[in-house]
């Protein structure tokens, strides 16, 4: 056995004797001196120990053990690369030095023969880019294992990574606040990044104007303007769905109990929807065949849930949970708003229109909502972009071929507004950003700059709108002629029939609220959505709940 570790060292030393070992701040030593160290160290080695890679700088990873650096064989250097470390659980990494005036082919193949793992979350962007992963590695030589699972699992693995100190996941999907929000110190600053001429650069940049408005922020920005730790992978816009074909079937009763056509406009306000609910809950309980005519987002996943809540707070007089820049968040956000006049009086609405909801309200989180909208069993619902795809799909969907139309979000009613804001179209967001763990070692961290800017180019997002039905964070995309002419019926890509609502109007200021960025954002996540579900079973009051949020939240923050 020795014998053969022996005549593997040997075949590895060869290997690295014409080329150069890395070094921990990333420079290469003389040549052969990568083949004597690897030698000298595995010979000082005990039996049943590990090989004595050397350990990059400011890194954390774990070594091959010798049981498995046995278990290669002769394979064992080709497996690792030549000048390669390991890195991570799944990672190696290995370098060829650039200079700025390298070819762009030579910038992007620097880190031939490296691996790298990317954690994300169930998303259209991620089902492509896994399928296409072939054309990343033909332009760079690197690997990059993607995985992929429901958003509550990959917040609590990343998690678990950065919080140990690991880099086994050197690639996050970074959604705004249930990862961004409570992880952001743990990530990469890619600022440094963006124009370093020895790396490839997106000829449209990184600034905010390269992006659809407020997405840089929402995923990039953590507590300081001054950094960006993701760029933007993917977007969840909330719009209103609704059966136009219903609307115009009902709408002579409609206008005979309410005075006014059934229909959705820019000025359509939450009352407005309130009156839309109570008027198709009456005609079913006459025993009308019709669908109820709204329901709400609350099921399991609490940030959805905050969501669904937020951009009806927000829509009347743009109220917010604290008196911070939101935006950027704040580490240290005092008191919160909760307990006061507005916060109650939209509480009773939101409690008044959960009544009139479907009556499976609270098993509906958003996905078991698209449901219960495409079989038919609601005719209305705040519902993100992205489920535009589905929704249209005429094989699964009872609301496809024309029947439903999308518009802005509900606007606020000026009479329930009482602390003497402006009435909008409250409308917030999920936008996932790609970063880089801050625990991997400079050259991997490079390494892995190289995916973010590729996953993020015009033309993958393009095809991941085609393909997949996307939602493209960059402007460019919106501005192709294919996509301006998907807007419009019959499209070849449904989702774009929703970006006039969503990019145009709903993304746009003053109609976006984006908060609250804070550390504690998923324990306040939980916080809104176990309290106002208590409500709506009518255990408390909208009062009682308003000021048991401010109580505990304030606790939270140490306010």
């Known amino acids: 056995m020795i014998k053969n570790v ?70 064992g250097a080709a497996a690792l690369g030549v000048g390669s470390l390991a890195v991570g659980m799944n990672s190696t990494i290995m370098a060829t030095r650039v200079q700025a005036a390298s070819s762009e082919d030579a910038k992007w193949k620097q880190f031939a023969g490296s691996k790298l793992t990317f954690l994300s979350e169930n998303t259209p962007p991620s089902f492509a880019i896994r399928d ?25 693995k990343v998690g678990i990574d950065v919080r140990a100190g690991k880099a086994d996941y050197v690639l996050n999907y970074v959604q705004d606040k249930p990862i961004g929000s409570p992880f952001a110190d743990f990530y990469a600053d890619m600022t440094p990044m963006f124009g370093d001429e020895t790396l490839p650069q997106d000829p449209e940049g990184y600034g905010d104007g390269s992006w659809v408005e407020n997405f840089l922020n929402a995923c990039g920005r953590f507590y300081s303007a001054e950094k960006v730790i993701a760029l933007p992978y993917d977007a969840a816009i909330p719009v209103t769905f609704y059966r136009q074909d219903l609307f115009e079937k009902h709408t002579k009763e409609f206008e005979a109990e309410y005075g006014r056509r059934l229909e959705f406009t820019p000025d359509t306000t939450w009352k407005h929807v309130l009156e839309i609910a109570t008027f198709f809950k009456k005609l079913k309980e006459g025993g009308a065949d019709v669908p109820y005519g709204y329901a709400q987002h609350q099921g399991s996943f609490a940030w959805t849930t905050q969501l669904d809540i937020q951009r009806l707070m927000f829509s009347h007089g743009r109220w917010t949970d ?9 580490k240290t956000p005092g008191k919160t708003n909760w307990g006061d006049e507005q916060s109650i009086f939209m509480l009773e609405q939101f409690k008044a229109l959960a009544d009139v909801s479907h009556p499976d309200n609270l098993a509906n989180g958003t996905l078991e909502l698209n449901t219960v909208y495409q079989s038919g069993n609601i005719a209305m619902q705040v519902q993100y972009h992205e489920f535009a795809a589905s929704v249209e799909d005429e094989k699964t969907s009872r609301a496809a071929g024309g029947k439903t139309a999308y518009a802005y979000c509900p606007k606020g009613e000026a009479s329930w507004i009482k602390n003497g804001g402006e009435a909008v179209n409250g409308t917030n967001c999920g936008i996932g950003g790609i970063g880089i763990n801050k625990n991997a070692s400079e050259q991997l961290q490079r390494a892995a700059y190289l995916f973010a800017i590729w996953s993020t180019s015009k033309q993958l997002q393009f095809d991941v709108l085609k393909g997949l039905g996307g939602t493209p964070t960059r402007k460019s995309v919106l501005e192709m002629p294919e996509v301006v002419e998907a807007k419009k019926r019959p499209s070849k890509m449904p989702n774009a029939l929703t970006f006039d609502v969503a990019y145009g109007i709903g993304i746009q200021d003053p109609n976006f ?5 804070i550390p504690e954002a998923n324990e306040y996540h939980s916080l809104v959505a176990s309290e106002t579900q208590r409500m709506l079973t009518g255990e408390m009051s909208p009062a009682e709940t308003a000021e048991s949020l401010k109580s505990q939240i304030d606790e939270l923050n140490g306010a």
């Open 132 to 156: 296409n992963i072939k054309a990343f590695y033909d332009l760079t030589g690197i690997e990059v294992e993607v995985l992929t699972d429901d958003l509550p699992v990959v917040q609590q």
């Open 513 to 517: 609220v984006l908060g609250p960025k």
């Open 6 to 75: 022996e005549n593997n060292l040997q075949d590895l030393c060869s290997r690295l004797g014409s080329s150069s070992l890395l070094n921990g701040d990333g420079s290469g030593g003389r040549r052969g001196d990568g083949a004597r160290i690897v030698k000298e160290k595995a010979a000082r080695q005990p039996l049943g120990g590990d090989p004595m890679f050397h350990k990059p700088k400011n890194a954390l990873y774990k070594t091959v053990s010798r049981r498995r650096f046995l278990e290669l064989g002769g394979y």
């Open 322 to 330: 604290f008196n911070v820049d939101d935006k950027l968040g704040s």
